[in-house]
Each structure stands twice: as C-alpha cells, then as structure tokens.
C-alpha cells in the first residue's frame, strides 16, 4: 500500500475518527479524498462531514466504493444541478446549458431519480410535474410550472412526481414519445422548419452522431422530401456527395413526426413562450395537405417536385444496411413502423444510444472524454451493466465516479 | 414495327395513352389557347399581291410561316422562284402552302424537314445553325397552335436500337494518365484560347493550367471506347478547326494516338454477369419528350442557351431585330442548356434593345419569365438578373435579387429613374431558392408589378399604383448577370430567359412552369428478355439536370404491342446502370417492389412504376454516357444483392501521457452557486443571492475542465461568494449557526479580533475546506492567509461585520471551493 500525506483533522464527523482507530492512517486519507471527489462530481457539491464519513467508511471499511458513490446521488444537488445542467442542453438548438428548468429536464431527472428504464425518455407516455405552494400547474402553452420550481430551489429530488404525457398535455398515449414530445422538446424542435431538427438534435443527443457521422450517400433517395434541391446553386454534385447522405436516411426516420407541429401565434408571440404542441390524431385534417400530415413537410415543395411526397407518418430505417449497421440496431425491432413512439423506441434500442449515454455520463463525472484504452474499456463495462442493469443511469454515474475517483 | 402513342401535357403530367396503334392523332391537351399572333417585324417584307389565302389554316401559315421567311436574306431567295419546295413562293401562298406541308411536321414541329435542314447547316443567316432552326421551329409551333388549337404534343414510343450493356472505359479519378498523353497537346496547341487565363477565354477549358479543370473538361471531347470518334479528333480532322500545323489531318491524327494511348491505359469497366439487365442506350437513342406547349404568342424575346459554346446567346422568338446577347466576364455554358454567371454579363446592343421600349411601350405592359438557379442566398444589391437599363441608377426595368427575395424595379410615371421603389417578395417567405426556378415578373396598368415563382403568385403587392411607361428611356441597353456597367453582377444559371410585351395570365404561367425548361427524352429500356414478351419496356423519362447529372423521372412499363398484355410480373429492386455498372448514388428505384398485372396495365396503357424522380451523376457526356437498368428481381429472374457488412473502425490511439486532461477540475457555475449554499447554509432562493446570481452567473464557468479557467471568472465567483458570505453575516440566526463560538459582533475590530481567532477561522475551514483531505488546501496555509486577512482589514477602518464578510468570502471564492 502506497503511503500518503495524513492530516490530524481538527473536527469533523467522530464517526470517521472511530474508523482512523481501526485503519492505517494513509488508508484513511485516501478515502477521504475518494469520498470528496465522488461526492464532487456526482452532486456537485462537497458532502457535509457526515455524509463524507460514511462513504469513506464505504470504501476503505466495506472496500464498496460503488455503494459510496450511491450515497452521493441522494444528495439533492445531482438532480438539481448535476442533471439538470446534464439534460439542459439537450433542449435547445443552441445545446446551451443557461435554459430554465423545464419539461423535458424535469422526466430526465425523475426517469433517473427512479431509476426508470432511461431508454423510456425516447419513447415512453412519461412526464414529470414539480407541485408546492405558488406553483402554477402544468401548462402546454407556457413554462411557468417548471420556473416556478426552479426560483423556489425545490427539492427536485423530493419535488417530482411520475405522471403521464397523455393525462396532462392531450396527445394520445400512442403519439408520446418520450422527451421528445415534451413541450420543451416541441418548442426547440418542431417550431417552424420541416421537423428534422427533432430528429437531427435527437441523433446529436441521445445517439452521439451528428449527421456528418452517419452520413452515408449509398442509401436510396426515395423519401427524400421535395425540399431538398438536388442540384444546390445549380451543382448536382453537392447534393450527390453530401446532402444525399444525410437526407436518404433522416428523411424516412423524419417521417416519423409528420403529424406534429408546435403551434404559436407568430404575431404576438414571435418567439413561441406560449405555443403548445399539435399532433393531428385520427380524423384530424391539416387544411393545406387535407391529411393528417402537417403542411411543413411539403415547404418548398417546388425546390424538386419529383421527389418524396409524405403521404403519413410511416417510417422506416434505412440505416440498417450500409455504414450505420454499426450503430447496433436491435434485431428484435422491424426497423419500420408509424409514428414517432416507434421511432423512438428503434433509437433506444441501438447499441449506439447506450453508448452514448454512458460518454456522456463519464464526460461529465471524469470532466473528460475517454483517453486511453483503460477508459474505452471501462466504457464497454459500463455499457454493458447499462443493459443489464435496466438502463438505470444512476449507476452509470455511480460508476463513472468510481472509475475516477482516484487511488 | 410496334410503336405506341402518347399526349404529353406537362411535365409532371399524366402520359395518356391515346393511339394504340402507329401513326398520329390531334391533341389539345393543355396547350396553348393561341388566339392572336406573336408580334413580328420582319425586314424587307415582300408585299403579297397574289390570291388570298384559300383557308384559315393558309391564312395561319402565311402569318406565322410566309411572311417570317420570305424575305431573300430568309429563304425567299432561293425557295421563292428557283428551288423546291417552294414554300416562300409569292406568287400564290396557296401553293406556297402545300409545299410547306411537304418539309412541316405539325404534330411535332422540332422533326420538321425544314427545321432538320437548316439544323444541319443548310444556309443559317446565323452564326448559329441551332438558333436558325429553332427560330424556324418557333414559327412553326406557331402555325401548329393555330392549326391543332394549342402545341401539345404526342408522344410515339418507338423501338429503339437494341443492344446489351456494353463494357466500357471510364475516365479514372486520377488525372495523371491524362496528363501524360492528351494533356501536352491541349497546353501545346490550345492554350492561347481554351483556358480561363486566355485573353478571350474559350470554354471549355481543357488547356487550363490546372490539370484538374483541364481533365473535367476534357472528359465531354474525349471518347475512350472509340477515340477516332472523340470531339477532339472530329474537331480537327473534319471541321479543320484551328488545326496548328497545317495539315489537319495530321493533327487529328496525333489527336487521336494520344486518346488512343489514354484508352489504352484504362481498363475496361465489365458488366458483371450475376446482373439482371435491361436493354442499353444512351441519351441520343431516347425520344425527345419535350412538351412544347409553352404560351410564347406574344413572346418578343427569347433566350434557350442552346448554342454551348462561343460567346453568343442567340433571340430565337423570331421577332425581329434579334436581340441577339454577347456573353463577357466569367460564365460557363452548361450542359442541358443554360449559362452559368459566376462574375459576366450577356449584353444586348442598344440599337437592338430598343425592340423591347417599341414592342412593350406599344402595348404598356409585359412580362419577363426565367428559369434561374441563383448560385446563393447570399448576395444582394440587388444583383441584377436582368435588367433594362443605362446604369447602376437608371433603368427601364430591372427583376433582381437580394438575399431570398426577388426584386422587381420599373421605371413609369409614378417611379423614379431607377425603378424605385421596387417590389420585392417577402423575405420571410423565402421565395428565392438557390436550385432551379421559374420567376416570372409582370407589369400591366391594372395590377402593376406581380411577382410569380414556380407559377404560383407570390401575393406580394405592388407597393404603388401603377401607371404609364411613357418615361421609358430607348437608349438603355438589355443585359442578364449583371448591371450594364458590370456591377451588381449576379452568380447564378439562367436556363431560359423570355420577354413578352403582354402580362401572362396565372395559367399560362403555370403552363410554363409545367412544361419546365431543357430537353427532355424517353428512355426505352428493353426487358422482353426477362419478361418473355417481346417489346416489352421500361421508360424512364430522362433529362441532363445541369452540367453534372442526368434526371431519370416517373418509370413506366409499356409493351408497344398494343395487343400483348403483361399477365403478372414481379418486379424489384430496379437501379440504374451507367457504362458498365451500377451508379453508386442516387438509386432512388432500388426499393422498387411492384407486380405488373393486367389489371393495373389494361385501364391506362402503361403501367406507372413510381411517381418519383432521382437525379445520378453524369460521366462522360449526354453523348457517350450508355444506361441500363438492373432488377433484383425481374419476371422469374434474380440477383439478390446483399451488402457486406461494414468493418468497425479501429479504436483511436491513446491520447499521450502528457497530452491528457487533468484530473481535477473545476465546478461549472451552477455548482458553484450550489457549493456556495451547502458551505455557508444560505438558501440559493434567497433573493439578494439570486438576484447577484442572476448578474454573474453567464460570467463563471460553464466547462468543467482546468486548463480553460480565466480571470473574469474568478471575478464572477468573487461577486457570488461576497454576497453568500454578507447574506451569512446579516442574518443573525445564520451566522450563529456557522460561527457558534463568535459572540462579537457588535465589538469594535480591535475587540473582536484582538485575541484568539479560532472562533471566526475554525468554522470558515471546517466548511469551506474541510479536515484531512489531502487534495484540497493545507488548513495552517488557509488559517494563517484568513488571519493575515484579519490583521490587516482590522488595523483600517472596516468594522466587524466587513472583516468576517471579507474572511469569508476569501475562503468562499477561493480554489477551495472550486477546485473538485
């Protein structure tokens, strides 16, 4: 055992002192460090000298420093400032972390908190609502209940209560699809444009790819809408070596959403504070297209109007085959299948999406991206106890922090 | 032979199967509801003094047909009194009418005899044996649109040469083999004109000094399977074309040994024999499917960009004086027809222009229409697409662009010299696209200017009444891609420029806009050999895109034998061929999973095997490029293709030992506003807390790692930990929850702090550092700064309360706090 630097503590937890009796001094300070680090960068915050000495005791008496690291996530900080500040970004287009609290945050931190399947934040009827005095309730058509919560410092650990999508903003349960059919998530997403956003900021989240990594010019161009040009600033070759590679296989996963759209009053509101998300469900005709299909699919649809035509929401994954093959798709899924809920279960399911979230989590408990072969190994651990574990992400943090807690 | 016939109204119209059977039948179809003669003035007109004509169709033919072309520098000198057919015979229009029905196809004007003569250089009054004959197939579809009641046209299927998917050379990427064979001759003979750097510079640019412009050009003139038949060799062998010894047949010759040693470097690209495939063609093999049916009556001038090269854009409307365009500056002829500004100008004289002031002041209102592809959203001025006009501020009228909008400038009474104030589309609608489009903009002194683009009205309105064009100026000069003093200039493609001295109505507009722009060609792909049933097709209707692709639109399958019926046949996975092989992008068809049936077959003739349409790259020209189709599954025939599994890539190298992240880092600012809460019990929700956390907190850290920490955070932090800490202190109960063993507030500095200073530090390192961890600071170290701190503040003025706010907020703000 190495030997190190050992501080006489001049106060603190007695409980930590009765541990110094019984362990070598150095054994001890190591701990400590450990416990604080672990404790730093899961909650956020230093833990109070009791909560330090009891996940020393986890790792130098118990030698269970993941049980130590759980301790830490009860802290009250790791869901209001760890994963919030985690999920922030996930939100807006700008992936900028200064938003307030809002829907799409709010069932990140309760799918993690209870430990829910995380893969549920892509395509489960889930929501999770704050309640306490001056709190406004739930609205689709504004933030006020999340903000709320936010100003108050609640406890968003105590605060959140597990609810449905369908019961409180009107889709039905078959068109929820997770955090991306949050208000939040509609509001940066489906607002104008043609709803790729949702899919493109949905890959760049959740599956760590932005378009130029899939990008793959080989897949047919069949569901390419007719917005894209294929001859942009009058050169078919841009559009036959890059915007072919990206559209062939966003395009009829894109399809997924067509019968969304976030709805605002442009005038009044030219920002959208208060706009709410549409979904045409069955018998709901959109007057331009005179189908369920909103009419931003069929923008520009001049640009070239012998392309794709949405006739639905059917999609299809045509990233099966080809490069994309390495993001793991689930053989258990079809690949194809209506709506977004679908759509978002295939994402979930790829090897690409577990993958991703235990960068992130590892990035954000490491302060780093992984360095070295050590860290790509104990990334594959970490993926696989994610898919054996349930996908509870709480243990990916636990265990993010272990692996850098130091020795 | 089996031939089937169709009415083609459009282009994304329906084919509708009319005739079962050869021959042609008269269609109206969404032409043209000509109803007045196009405007011409045509020089030295013989005055007829013969028998009038005998019919309105005579009388049709001598308006649009006679009068054009007799004059003796038309045809009237020769096919007037000495040669046959004497179809400008001014004796009698009668019999100068039936001749003409000898050399006219009405039906389909562009195969006329005459239109194929003049075509073929028989005595052009142009420099430009295309232009001749698409001024003399202009007059033609006009006569046509009298006689048929509009110009759609029908459309007959004919067999076309049958052969097998060749193997073929294709032109590798790497140019060095071309730079050792053909390359020397082109910089050694050409260089004076075909590169971008010559004093006139020539298009294409094969002599370019850069080798890859060189070689991209080259490509279109150089035929590798048959290099005696390369454009190259025929230019200088048959058309003795700048031949640079003398003896042209020379220098063919060395031509063509130096594409024959290019070829002979090539491999030959073979079909692989597991493919299901079709029949073979190229482009020259497809039937020409152009519509027609374009509303031209009052057109006055019209641009097609046909000719490809040289530096003229020829006025085919036929009206005369041509107002023939002189190109300049930087611009590329492109394939498909067009011509692509990136910094020219094709101008007009002033002497000629002045057909525009008297054709369009006559009348006092017209219309520009042009098939465009701005190059960007980006550039404004407006860059001038075109304009009528005698500077940057003086014009008759101007259709531009600024950003994503369109820019209509006219001069008239109630605007000023340069057209102002001008209409302009909206730019949130974002009616400017850059990629193909047809904008169309009107005057009349009704509704003013209206803009219309891909023929549907913008719904911008004219933002002042209209009025009269009486201060049009006819010394001003008509120019496209620029302003006529070569500044504005606009980058973009113009496909197709008219300008017609009436207001086109939203239906002929859209006419327009259906017909499209370029020729366009059916692509009979012979299947019988899978199907069992002979003539049996798939046609593509295929167009070249722009100077980089080809279009392969809306397949059908047709038998020509109209008796034969298909029975059932499956059919999938279909994907285009391209000398030899299949194209790797693009393959917008190979989904494809239909069955033909009788049923589907039987109601309409053909059966429709999508409505999409995908563009493919070109390679070796419209001339020389051979397609053909393969099917994974064809009637009982299969190729399953399945597509090897890609490897994963290798993991990225370690980062180097000392290039790696630390392994501390610091909190981000929310952390930091949470820490400052935990370690001094101040709820972040206080107000005076948030409200300064509300100030600074965009001004802290958001990245958590250490290297990227700077100075004007650390003053952020400082701002947040003062107001925690004097919150702290203020609140009583707080503060004698944090310093249980202070009871000096109220005491004088020298008091409070005169003796032991355990009292106030023990507390600030217990919270704010903690006890007997090695990583963060060395409590003696923080106690002995604290008390300095304390010495120091308590030997000035400050009073108590300041110096325990000060000693806390230098541990608070401190690495202590933020270093994790």
Redesign the interface.
């Known amino acids: 055992m190495k030997l190190?630097?050992?501080?006489?503590?001049?106060?603190?937890a007695s409980a930590?002192l009765i541990a110094g009796l019984l362990l070598s001094a150095a054994a001890?300070?190591?701990s400590?460090?450990q416990a604080?680090?672990l404790h730093?960068?899961i909650a956020?915050?230093?833990p109070?000298?009791t909560t330090?000495a009891n996940m020393a005791d986890e790792i130098q008496l118990n030698n269970d420093p993941l049980a130590a690291a759980l301790i830490a996530t009860d802290a009250p900080?790791f869901y209001?400032?760890?994963l919030?500040?985690f999920a922030a970004p996930w939100t807006n287009r700008d992936r900028s972390?200064?938003v307030p609290l809002n829907d799409y945050i709010a069932t990140v931190i309760g799918i993690v908190r209870d430990e829910v399947d995380f893969r549920e934040i892509l395509h489960g009827d889930i929501l999770y609502v704050g309640s306490g005095g001056g709190v406004p309730p739930y609205s689709i058509s504004n933030n006020d209940h999340y903000e709320a919560l936010e100003?108050?410092?609640a406890d968003l650990r105590a605060a959140l209560t597990r609810t449905t999508q369908s019961s409180l903003t009107g889709l039905p349960a078959n068109a929820t699809a997770g955090v991306m059919t949050t208000r939040a998530a509609a509001k940066a997403f489906f607002i104008d444009g043609t709803n790729r956003a949702m899919f493109r900021f949905t890959m760049l989240n959740h599956l760590c790819n932005d378009m130029e990594q899939v990008l793959d010019?080989?897949r047919?161009?069949?569901r390419i809408r007719q917005d894209v040009?294929?001859?942009?600033?009058?050169?078919?070759?841009v559009?036959?070596?890059n915007c072919?590679g990206c559209h062939s296989g966003m395009d009829p996963l894109a399809q997924a959403f067509a019968y969304y759209d976030y709805e605002y009053d442009v005038m009044s509101d030219p920002d959208g504070e208060f706009g709410a998300i549409n979904y045409n469900a069955v018998g709901e005709v959109d007057p331009d297209t005179g189908t369920r299909v909103e009419s931003k699919y069929f923008n520009?649809a001049?640009?070239?109007?012998?392309?794709?035509q949405t006739p639905d929401d059917s999609w299809d994954n045509y990233w099966r085959?080809?490069?994309n093959?390495?993001l793991g798709w689930d053989a258990s899924l079809p690949g194809s299948g209506t709506g977004a809920k679908s759509m978002g279960e295939e994402l979930a399911h790829s090897d690409a999406f577990a993958q991703c979230q235990v960068k992130k989590v590892f990035r954000n408990v490491c302060?780093?991206s992984p360095?070295?072969?050590a860290d790509?190994a104990q990334i594959d651990v970490m993926v696989s106890s994610l898919e054996t574990t349930g996908y509870n992400l709480k243990q990916t943090f636990a265990e993010s922090a272990v692996y850098?807690m130091?020795n | 032979m089996n031939t089937r016939s169709f009415l083609r109204s459009g282009s994304?119209g329906l084919l509708a199967l009319l005739v079962l059977a050869t021959g042609y039948g008269c269609g109206g179809g969404s032409g043209a509801a000509t109803v007045s003669n196009p405007l011409t003035t045509p020089p030295e007109v013989s005055n007829y003094s013969g028998p009038p004509p005998a019919t309105a169709d005579v009388q049709s033919f001598k308006l649009n047909v006679w009068d054009n072309l007799v004059p003796n520098n038309r045809c009237g000198s020769c096919h007037n009194d000495s040669q046959t057919p004497r179809f400008v015979r001014s004796d009698d229009v009668n019999l100068a009418y039936e001749a003409a029905n000898t050399v006219v196809e009405l039906t389909d004007p562009a195969m006329s005899i005459m239109v194929g003569k003049v075509r073929g250089g028989h005595n052009c009054w142009l420099a430009s044996d295309d232009a001749c004959a698409d001024i003399i197939q202009s007059y033609i579809e006009n006569w046509a649109g009298d006689t048929l009641g509009g110009v759609a046209k029908e459309i007959q299927l004919i067999a076309p040469p049958q052969q097998m998917p060749g193997s073929s050379k294709n032109f590798p990427d790497d140019p060095s083999d071309f730079a050792a064979t053909v390359y020397p001759l082109l910089t050694s003979f050409c260089v004076d004109c075909h590169t971008d750097t010559a004093v006139v510079p020539q298009s294409p640019y094969f002599a370019s000094a850069d080798l890859d412009t060189a070689y991209d050009a080259a490509k279109a003139k150089i035929d590798l399977d048959a290099p005696e038949n390369s454009r190259f060799v025929v230019r200088l062998g048959e058309e003795f074309h700048n031949c640079w010894s003398g003896n042209c047949a020379s220098d063919a010759d060395d031509m063509e040994q130096a594409i024959v040693d290019l070829s002979g470097l090539i491999p030959v690209t073979e079909v692989d024999p597991d493919l299901v495939t079709s029949m073979a063609l190229g482009l020259p093999d497809g039937i020409v499917s152009s519509a027609g049916g374009r509303h031209e009556t009052n057109v006055i001038a019209l641009y097609e960009f046909k000719t490809g090269t040289g530096s003229q854009a020829y006025d085919t409307s036929g009206v005369e004086p041509a107002l023939n365009l002189t190109l300049s500056g930087g611009y590329d002829w492109?394939g498909g027809w067009g011509v692509?500004f990136t910094a020219g100008k094709a101008q007009g004289s002033t002497t000629a222009s002045t057909k525009l002031y008297d054709l369009i002041t006559a009348t006092g209102e017209f219309s520009i229409e042009a098939w465009v592809?701005?190059?960007?959203v980006t550039q404004d001025g407006p860059a001038r697409i075109v304009s009528y006009s005698g500077g940057s501020m003086a014009r008759n009228f101007m259709l531009g662009q600024t950003l994503y909008q369109y820019d209509a400038y006219l001069r008239s009474d109630a605007t000023d010299q340069n057209g102002e104030p001008a209409l302009s589309t909206n730019p949130d609608d974002?009616d400017l696209?850059?990629?193909?489009?047809h904008v169309v903009m009107t005057y009349d002194p009704v509704e003013g200017r209206r803009i219309y683009v891909?023929?549907?009205f913008t719904e911008d309105l004219d933002p002042i009444p209209p009025d009269l064009l009486s201060e049009w100026d006819n010394t001003f000069a008509f120019a496209v891609g620029s302003e006529v003093d070569n500044q504005n200039r606009w980058a973009?493609?113009m496909r197709l420029l008219a300008v017609h001295n009436r207001v086109l109505t939203d239906e002929q507009i859209l006419q327009n806009f259906e017909v499209g722009v370029g020729e366009k060609y059916y692509l009979l792909f012979n299947v019988s050999a899978h199907v069992g049933i002979d003539d049996a097709y798939v046609v593509f209707e295929v167009s070249q895109?722009?100077?980089?692709?080809y279009?392969f639109?809306?397949p059908f399958f047709v038998i020509l034998d109209s008796s034969a019926s298909p029975g059932s046949i499956p059919m999938a996975g279909m994907r285009i061929g391209l000398n030899g092989r299949e194209v790797?992008?693009?393959?917008?068809?190979?989904?494809l999973d239909v069955t033909i049936t009788d049923a589907e077959y039987d109601t309409s003739g053909i059966q429709v095997l999508?409505t999409?349409?995908?563009?493919?790259?070109l390679e070796k020209g419209p001339d020389e490029d051979e397609f053909f189709l393969t099917f994974e599954r064809l009637g009982s025939a299969t190729n399953v293709v399945v597509?090897a599994?890609?490897a994963?890539?290798p993991?990225?190298a370690?980062?180097p030992i000392d290039e790696?992240?630390a392994?501390?880092?610091i909190?981000?600012f929310?952390?930091i506003?949470?820490?400052m809460s935990?370690?001094t019990g101040v709820?972040?929700?206080n107000s005076q807390v948030?409200s300064t956390y509300d100030l600074v907190?965009?001004a802290m850290p958001?990245q958590?790692?250490i290297g990227g920490f700077i100075s004007s955070q650390q003053m952020g932090i400082t701002q947040l930990a003062i107001k925690y800490c004097s919150v702290l202190v203020d609140d009583t109960g707080l503060r004698a929850s944090f310093w249980p063993s202070f009871t000096d507030w109220n005491a004088s500095p020298g008091a409070a702090f005169g003796g032991d200073r355990s009292a106030v530090i023990?507390p600030i390192?217990?919270n704010f550092v903690?006890?007997?961890?090695?990583?963060?600071p060395?409590?003696g170290a923080v106690a002995t700064e604290i008390d300095d701190l304390i010495s120091r503040l308590a030997s000035g003025s400050s009073n108590t309360e300041d110096i325990m706010k000060a000693s806390c907020a230098a541990a608070l703000g401190s690495a202590a706090m933020l270093v994790?």
Request: hydrophobic content about 30%; glycine content about 12%.
């Open positions: 190190r630097r050992f501080r006489v503590r001049s106060g603190g930590l001890a300070a190591d400590l460090d604080k680090r730093d960068r956020g915050v230093p109070d000298p330090l900080a209001s400032v760890t919030k500040n972390v200064f100003s108050q410092g010019i080989t047919p161009p069949d040009s294929r001859s942009p600033g009058g050169d078919s070759r559009f036959l070596n072919i520009n001049l640009n070239f109007e012998h392309g794709f085959a080809g490069q093959v390495l302060l780093r360095e070295t072969d790509r850098c130091g | 994304r492109v692509a592809v701005p190059a960007n974002e696209q850059a990629t193909l489009q891909n023929g549907q973009g493609t895109f722009d100077s980089y692709s279009l639109d809306e790797a992008v693009g393959q917008a068809f190979r989904n999508s999409l349409g995908t563009v493919v790259p597509e599994t890609p994963p890539p993991p990225p370690e980062v790696r992240t392994p501390h880092g909190r981000d929310a952390e506003n949470a820490t935990t370690m709820p972040t929700s948030a907190y965009q958001v958590t790692g023990d390192i217990d903690g006890r007997g961890i090695a990583t963060q060395g409590e994790q």
